[in-house]
């Protein structure tokens, strides 16, 4: 007798069972299709996993065929030994064998099926699990428990996050529970997982932020009083106001991660003008680093003008871009100019 299909394989379908199995993404083009599947057999699902077998085998054979001979073929043959699952990559750093059910397999079906196209959303998600598997030392999504995911939650709630040494904020705990609540939901609907583990798991909502966004207004008459201040106080401001930072992210910066770029320089687009390039490289012991994208952001000549040979003193002296001490009272300066 044939030896039964995994479980993985069944699908309960108009009352009956069918045999199905996912083409990986990559290979669609070439089988064109998305999903090899059999008729509906209504017969126990323990009937079904005997007449699965050899026909999962057969689709299996295919796809192998595709990744390897680049075309499709028919094979009618009952292999002899364990059935073969789908290979795919698993998270770095865990040492797992990687099957359909791996956290990198879960979120490239979500991918799939939502089609997500934003790189950052994906790599937000993969940040995610791969935190997950640290914490639970496999990255097996069939194995993932309720209990596992509020264990998680609460680890996240009570330590510091290694990059900053700050407890983390709710709204960071909630993207990480909306995370796996949108990989996990995809996985059960697509028969890769039997449960899902976020279905007895509270998901509360978002705390809305009570700051109130300063005005074009206030922005201006900030930095029109902070000329008449020293440089040290006036250029965070003016460097936070066209570069979109935080005052922390500007006070952690290094002298080495403000560079300006002028025309030539292969990152340029507009000729002739002035560009902030901002990054994370060169961060101090000590200092925020949380992963940011580098970005580039276009100067005025005038702010160039102050910039430039202040950056240029700072690191000639070996000293850091602006004093990290200075935050505090740059925050209170805001305050007092801003909301007068």
Sequence with gaps: MARPASNLHLQPKNGGWRARVLVPVELQGILGKK???????????????????????????????????????????????????????????????????????????????????????????????????DFLGHDDGAKVTSQNIVAFE????????????????????????????????????QFLIATNPMDNVAVGSKIESKRQPYSVAQVTLILTRAQATTDDIFLPLLAQAYSGCRVSEIVDCSTLDFNFVRNGDPEKVIPGQWFLFIGEDNREPGCTTKGHTTRYAPLHPEVAKRLIPYMEKQRAEARQAFVRGQMLELTKLLLRMGRT
């Design 35 to 133: 999903l090899f599947h059999t008729p509906v057999w209504r017969v126990t699902k323990s009937e079904a996993a005997v007449l699965a077998y050899p026909e999962v085998q057969k689709f299996e054979a295919q796809i192998e065929q595709a990744r390897f001979g680049g075309g499709c073929f028919a094979v009618d043959v009952e292999a002899q030994g364990p059935l073969n699952h789908l290979a795919f990559p698993s998270i770095r750093g865990i040492g797992t064998v990687a099957t359909a059910t791996t956290f990198t397999a879960l979120i490239e079906e979500w991918a799939r099926k939502k089609r997500i196209d934003n790189p950052q959303t994906k790599k937000k998600n993969e940040t995610h699990f791969k935190s997950l598997a």
């Design 154 to 189: 609460k680890m996240l709630e009570t330590t510091p996050d290694p990059r900053t040494g700050k407890l983390r904020h709710p709204n960071t705990v909630l993207g990480y529970l909306s995370s796996f609540r949108g990989v996990f939901t995809i996985a059960v609907q």
